[in-house]
């Protein structure tokens, strides 16, 4: 795994930025992890690792933000069949189950079928939506699934991360922001992670783990019924303060029996210290140029 994107790095010829790309291959497949937040600084960056980008098979979103989303655009000018798998995220163009019918439902029979949505017609209904790539070979994906033997897109979606406050009355996309109440602003924004069987264990790369890289995990054991020899990529600790880290790698390490770690991107400083100390050897360096063997 090659970290093509991040804010941190020992090589002083490649450009540093705030987010996050990795590639990696496995079973003779190239897949690209996350985009970073710059085309540009993507593109040069690349270039600079030797990386022929119109040779990736696979492309994994993480999530919608733009420290791991924009590099995409450079991507598809030059390799613009690639499969893309994102997370079923109805702002980035997955399918809206929509509910128009709003209050007052007979309210509409005193107007004119010209001033009625489709004429009077139905007003439960599916926006297939163009999204942002259009055209692109993009598949959104809602659940954990295989996508070659040994290797598992991760579905999460994280409890304090969301798109919009509650509404009056029930949610107008039916299923797709469910919470408890008083919780208006935990709208569970969709994560994909990947997951790749190795010899000794599942290889895990996750994107921003906004999820909660302990969730993550968690969820990756139930999918493939395996152990976690490694987690690769951002782990989001910077929000914790030090009593909440410790007691986050500790669950990480022992309860969960993480045996390595590579933390890069948004697991931030306090972090990485941490994580250096308690894994000692099992701590990976893995800055913006870092090539990691697993």
């Given at each position: 795994?090659?970290?093509?994107?991040?804010?941190?790095?020992?090589?002083?010829?490649?450009?540093?930025?705030?987010?996050?790309?990795?590639?990696?291959?496995?079973?003779?497949?190239?897949?690209?992890?996350?985009?970073?937040?710059?085309?540009?600084?993507?593109?040069?960056?690349?270039?600079?690792?030797?990386?022929?980008?119109?040779k990736i098979d696979i492309v994994v979103v993480s999530h919608g933000?733009?420290?791991?989303?924009?590099?995409?655009?450079?991507?598809?000018?030059?390799?613009?069949?690639?499969?893309?798998?994102?997370?079923?995220?109805?702002?980035?163009?997955?399918?809206?189950?929509?509910?128009?019918?709003?209050?007052?439902?007979?309210?509409?029979?005193?107007?004119?079928?010209?001033?009625?949505?489709?004429?009077?017609?139905?007003?439960?209904?599916?926006?297939?939506?163009?999204?942002?790539?259009?055209?692109?070979?993009?598949?959104?994906?809602?659940?954990?699934?295989?996508?070659?033997?040994?290797?598992?897109?991760?579905?999460?979606?994280?409890?304090?991360?969301?798109?919009?406050?509650?509404?009056?009355?029930?949610?107008?996309?039916?299923?797709?922001?469910?919470?408890?109440?008083?919780?208006?602003?935990?709208?569970?924004?969709?994560?994909?992670?990947?997951?790749?069987?190795?010899?000794?264990?599942?290889?895990?790369?996750?994107?921003?783990?906004?999820?909660?890289?302990?969730?993550?995990?968690?969820?990756?054991?139930?999918v493939t019924s395996d152990n976690i020899e490694l987690v690769y990529?951002?782990?989001?600790?910077?929000?914790?303060?030090?009593?909440?880290?410790?007691?986050?790698?500790?669950?990480?390490?022992?309860?969960?029996?993480?045996?390595?770690?590579?933390?890069?991107?948004?697991?931030?400083?306090?972090?990485?210290?941490?994580?250096?100390?308690?894994?000692?050897?099992?701590?990976?360096?893995?800055?913006?140029?870092?090539?990691?063997?697993?």
């Open positions: 795994m090659t970290n093509l994107y991040d804010a941190f790095s020992k090589d002083t010829s490649l450009t540093k930025d705030f987010g996050f790309s990795c590639i990696t291959k496995y079973q003779g497949k190239t897949i690209l992890f996350d985009s970073g937040s710059n085309a540009d600084i993507f593109k040069k960056n690349s270039s600079k690792l030797g990386i022929d980008l119109s933000h733009l420290d791991h989303i924009n590099g995409i655009d450079y991507l598809l000018q030059i390799n613009p069949k690639v499969k893309i798998y994102f997370p079923y995220d109805i702002f980035w163009g997955a399918p809206v189950p929509f509910d128009a019918t709003g209050q007052e439902q007979k309210v509409k029979d005193s107007l004119p079928s010209y001033m009625q949505y489709f004429d009077g017609g139905e007003t439960k209904f599916i926006i297939n939506q163009s999204g942002r790539f259009w055209n692109a070979n993009i598949e959104f994906v809602k659940d954990s699934k295989q996508i070659l033997p040994g290797l598992n897109l991760i579905a999460t979606s994280s409890q304090y991360m969301g798109y919009f406050s509650c509404y009056p009355g029930k949610s107008f996309v039916e299923g797709q922001f469910e919470h408890e109440k008083d919780a208006c602003n935990n709208t569970n924004l969709p994560e994909l992670s990947l997951s790749m069987k190795t010899a000794k264990g599942q290889v895990l790369i996750v994107g921003c783990s906004h999820t909660g890289v302990e969730n993550i995990v968690k969820q990756t054991q139930t990529g951002g782990f989001h600790m910077l929000p914790f303060n030090r009593a909440q880290t410790v007691e986050l790698v500790t669950l990480l390490k022992t309860d969960l029996g993480v045996h390595r770690v590579a933390p890069a991107h948004c697991t931030g400083h306090l972090a990485f210290k941490i994580l250096h100390d308690t894994y000692d050897s099992n701590y990976l360096y893995a800055g913006l140029g870092e090539t990691l063997a697993y």
